[in-house]
């Protein structure tokens, strides 16, 4: 079973800082990866999604790095800003034989705070 | 990009009473929607699996009878909790995708159930 772990909980930065969430998984045997944030008491924004076949993907001040082989991705936000405090939460995409569907599963999650 | 629509963001229902919630995607057929259920500071946990126009497929320990999902469209499927009890007051959350899932999942913005 799918084990994802997501280093540090929590991360206070000051603004202006770069930073690096990191995002471990057990079977390396993913489809894909996808980074999410999570605003309180919202749902989730799609961040960046890595296919398997890559090795990094970048949206503007984000980029996220896959090592399939190693189980290991990380988010890396440059410039951060207040606007970036929020949940972020890092989910493998791997098949599901029982549902005939591609399933994720998730990390706890790293609460960041950004401060002015 | 994908949208999916999720109502009530909130709500508030006595004991023993039913609920629905609603998951559209608003610009594109969503073959597959999936139902996830947040408890405070965990990370999303999924309870089933909902193929259009067939019966959905429920994780272990998710009892089907409490949550009935109905996907009777390609681009809307329902989650009604039956018979509500206080144990039930969570964060639910539905999240729609193109295929199968490989390419990404897309997330509505949840809904808050307090059962009293």
């Known amino acids: 079973k799918q084990e994802v772990t997501q280093i540090p909980a929590a991360l206070s930065v000051p603004e202006g800082e770069n930073l690096v969430l990191n995002c471990s998984f057990t079977?390396?045997?993913?489809?894909?990866l996808q980074w999410f944030r999570q605003d309180p008491g919202k749902g989730l924004t799609s961040l960046l999604l890595i296919q398997s076949s890559q090795r990094e993907q970048t949206s503007g001040r984000l980029n996220a790095s896959l090592d399939k082989s190693s189980g290991r991705s990380t988010l890396y936000i440059a410039a951060s800003q207040p606007g970036d405090s929020a949940t972020y939460l890092c989910?493998?995409?791997?098949?599901?034989?029982?549902?005939?569907?591609?399933?994720?599963?998730f990390g706890k999650g790293t609460k960041l705070s950004v401060i002015p | 990009g994908a949208v999916v629509s999720q109502h009530p963001s909130r709500v508030i229902c006595k004991s023993g009473t039913s609920v629905k919630i609603e998951c559209r995607s608003l610009d594109f057929q969503a073959t597959t929607m999936f139902w996830y259920r947040q408890f405070p500071k965990q990370s999303l946990m999924l309870m089933a699996t909902?193929?259009?126009?067939?019966?959905?497929?429920?994780e272990q320990g998710v009892e089907k009878d409490k949550f009935l999902i109905n996907h009777a469209s390609l681009t809307l499927s329902t989650l009604t909790v039956t018979s509500a009890h206080p144990e039930d007051s969570s964060f639910y959350i539905c999240?729609?995708?193109?295929?199968?899932?490989?390419?990404?999942?897309?997330f509505g913005s949840g809904t808050r159930l307090t059962v009293v």
């Open positions: 989910a493998t995409i791997q098949g599901h034989s029982g549902a005939g569907s591609y399933q994720l599963t």
């Open positions: 079977d390396s045997a993913i489809y894909n």
């Open positions: 999240s729609a995708t193109l295929g199968k899932g490989a390419q990404g999942y897309t």
């Open positions: 909902s193929n259009e126009g067939s019966k959905a497929t429920y």
